[in-house]
């Protein structure tokens, strides 16, 4: 593992494919390995092996993987087509190799927690331009992560 690991939240919003594009653009490049970090936060434990990673998150799931029903379900991941489309090009164009890892419950917790347990050695993560006001009563993930990451985080707005 000779590159870094670039962590790239997402939730498969118009926003965190902005931020994927960005990473995938501006950031990652050969050697380097693009981990998505997606939080479930409408799991319900009883779904069976999510419980099992419920504070540690999901294993790395390589991108081949992604497109597979019986790996998306066995993770509550539902990644879209655009998504996938991303992501097969930044692997096959730049030589970069694409995880996904998945964390069960808060994402303004979870996000954070991922940089350390991956670990990570910088963060991009969408922003959906919330007004100030709408920021201050329902709260920001990414103004949460830029505060609390114990890594670089790189918030990028959705009309870029």
């Known amino acids: 593992m000779g590159g870094r690991n670039i962590g790239v939240a997402v939730d498969f919003s118009s926003c965190s494919k902005a931020a994927l594009r960005w990473a995938s653009t501006n950031l990652a490049r050969s050697g380097d390995q ?25 294993p790395l799931i390589p991108l081949v993987e992604f497109s597979d029903p019986h790996v998306t379900k066995k993770y509550g991941l539902l990644p879209d087509k655009e998504t996938l489309e991303i992501l097969a090009q930044v692997a096959h164009q730049s030589g970069v190799e694409v995880y996904g890892k998945i964390f069960y419950g808060d994402p303004t917790k979870k996000v954070c927690e991922a940089v350390d347990l991956v670990p990570l050695s910088c963060l991009v993560i969408g922003s959906r331009g919330l007004s100030t006001l709408k920021r201050a009563l329902m709260g920001s993930v990414s103004t949460y992560v830029v505060n609390h990451a114990a890594c670089p985080v790189t918030v990028v707005k959705e009309n870029m």
Request: glycine fraction near 8%; hydrophobic fraction near 35%.
């Open 34 to 58: 693009l981990v998505l970090i997606h939080v479930n936060n409408s799991y319900q434990n009883e779904q069976g092996a999510m419980h099992l990673w419920e504070q540690s998150g999901s």
